[in-house]
């Protein structure tokens, strides 16, 4: 199979039979064999019942239904697991992403040879306030945290190769990073093309501008998964080791100075709890402590943690 389209969605009733015509149009007409795999992430409209009529006349269509809306990066994270073409799309539902841009997107797949190529919606036709400032920083930070240098890492029209979706995992809020997550899994050859924007048709927007906050502490998350991941001790314990160190020398200084005041210039001296360093030594010992615990806790769990399932699907059809 040459492609597979993952798309998930959220209430999208007006625009999946449009998108499907648009699709089939350009599979068509490109000769490609493919499958379109919508993933409904507990819409309350009508979204299912269009799945389910749209793969009766196409058998190509494929759908998965979660029991309640479980997240776009868990929506991702099912398609990707069905999925059975060399070079695999994602896109929105809401018909802003256009299915027009599917074949380039494919040819810089196949025959250029990036493991992973992103859209970038140059020009834009959301809210400047809102939307377009927002992501622009929210992009620099990114490219500035992560190493890869992209200029739309919320775009959801993205191309990949089979092997790239199936050695990554995609959890929580973490679809904006599936670049990095693809560059931390050793896929180096990461590609970004220009797309063409289109103005919201039907419906509102499913994201507000909690949003870039959400990105902003997922960026964080990220970042430290990358690094510290699979070894957790070595950052809290350095950090431990930091702090103890500071509590050393506290201890050290308030036992000098005390000394040196009692037998070399037989001065009175101040009990050892008035001397502020005592309150630097006692703090860096405990935060060292606790520092080293988060460090062993960390290990634990990544060594006892157990795949359990993150999302529950109650209907799939023609999968």
């Known amino acids: 199979m040459n492609l597979s389209i993952i798309i998930p969605l959220l209430n999208e009733q007006e625009s999946l ?3 499907h015509q648009w699709i089939v149009k350009v599979m068509t007409a490109n000769n490609y064999s493919y499958e379109v795999i919508f993933i409904d992430d507990g819409s309350t409209d009508d979204s299912w019942q269009i799945i389910e009529n749209l793969s009766k006349e196409n058998p190509n269509v494929k759908g998965i239904h979660f029991l309640r809306n479980y997240g776009k990066s868990q929506a991702l994270h ?3 697991a069905k999925a059975q073409g060399d070079v695999v799309i994602t896109m929105d539902a809401d018909l802003q992403d256009s299915p027009d841009e ?5 040819n810089m797949v196949l025959n250029q040879n990036f493991d992973l190529v992103s859209g970038w919606k140059k020009k834009r036709y959301d809210s400047v306030v809102s939307k377009n400032l927002p992501s622009k920083l929210f ?3 990114a490219r500035k945290t992560s190493g890869v240098h992209l200029n739309d890492f919320n775009c959801g029209l993205k191309a990949y190769k089979s092997v790239v979706i199936k050695n990554i995992e995609v959890s929580g809020e973490m679809h904006r990073y599936i670049p990095v997550l693809a560059k931390n899994a050793g896929f180096g050859k990461i590609g970004e093309k220009v797309v063409i924007h289109q103005a919201r048709k ?3 927007s499913k994201f507000g501008m ?3 906050i959400n990105g902003f502490l997922d960026l964080i998350t990220i970042w430290f998964l990358s690094k510290y991941g699979k070894r957790p001790m070595h950052l809290f314990g ?3 080791v930091v702090m103890f160190i500071i509590g050393f020398i506290s201890t050290f200084l308030i036992i000098a100075i005390k000394l040196l005041k009692l037998f070399v210039f037989h001065e009175a001296t101040i009990l050892v709890a008035q001397n502020p360093l005592f309150y630097i030594a006692l703090t860096a010992m405990i935060i060292g402590s606790q520092l080293f615990l988060a460090g062993f806790l960390g290990e634990i769990i990544l060594r006892t943690k157990n795949n359990e399932e993150r999302y529950k699907i109650s209907n799939e059809v023609n999968l």
């Open 17 to 19: 039979p449009e998108l």
């Open 78 to 80: 099912a398609g990707f």
């Open 102 to 106: 599917i074949p380039d997107l494919y």
């Open 139 to 141: 992009n620099w930070a």
């Open 202 to 204: 039907y419906g509102e």
């Open 210 to 212: 909690s949003r870039f």
């Open 238 to 240: 350095a950090l431990g």
